[in-house]
């Protein structure tokens, strides 16, 4: 134990000793990801699919709800094998639905993934490009800072 308490007091006293300093910035990926032109593109693109989806899946589900009300109302006018016959047909449809919503979310989703990706790929080199400029040795992204200096912020030099 006195070994291993030696061998790290040693070793931060060599840290210390050498006065390295690192030049910090950090960054705001997500500021950069809404405030951009492509970005800006991006969500607009994103919302436009994500209301045409909406409306079509509220006229669906008015039309499910108005079945579901028309086979309430039959209840007691239909016997019961046909009755069933029709709520099974519905189950069905209501399956269908979901499945489809889920498919198109997940859709959706996955495209704001990749193109959110391709945005990031074209960013990083001008990242890289001014971290070398300005002699910056870390980089950090803006949402694991707690607290810092506005000076160390980068964003909106990268935004630019």
Do not use: C, W
Not at 69 to 97: D, G, M, P, S
Request: net charge positive.
């Amino acid at each position: 134990m006195k070994k291993i308490f030696f061998f790290v007091f040693f070793f931060i006293n060599v840290i210390i000793s050498t006065n390295v300093k690192a030049k910090i910035a950090y960054i705001d990926i997500n500021y950069i990801l809404k405030t951009s032109e492509v970005g800006k593109f991006l969500n607009a693109h994103i919302e436009k699919k994500k209301n045409k989806y909406t409306e079509k899946y509220k006229e669906i589900e008015k039309d499910l709800v108005e079945k579901e009300k028309t086979l309430i109302a039959q209840q007691n006018i239909l016997n019961k094998e046909e009755f069933e016959n029709k709520v099974q047909i519905l189950t069905n449809e209501v399956q269908i639905y979901r499945e489809d919503k889920k498919s198109n979310l997940d859709n959706l989703n996955k495209f704001k993934v990749e193109n959110t990706k391709k945005i990031l790929k074209v960013l990083n080199p001008i990242i890289t490009n001014f971290v070398n400029e300005n002699s910056i040795s870390i980089v950090i992204p803006k949402k694991n800072i707690i607290i810092g200096k506005k000076n160390l912020d980068i964003t909106d030099q990268i935004l630019i």
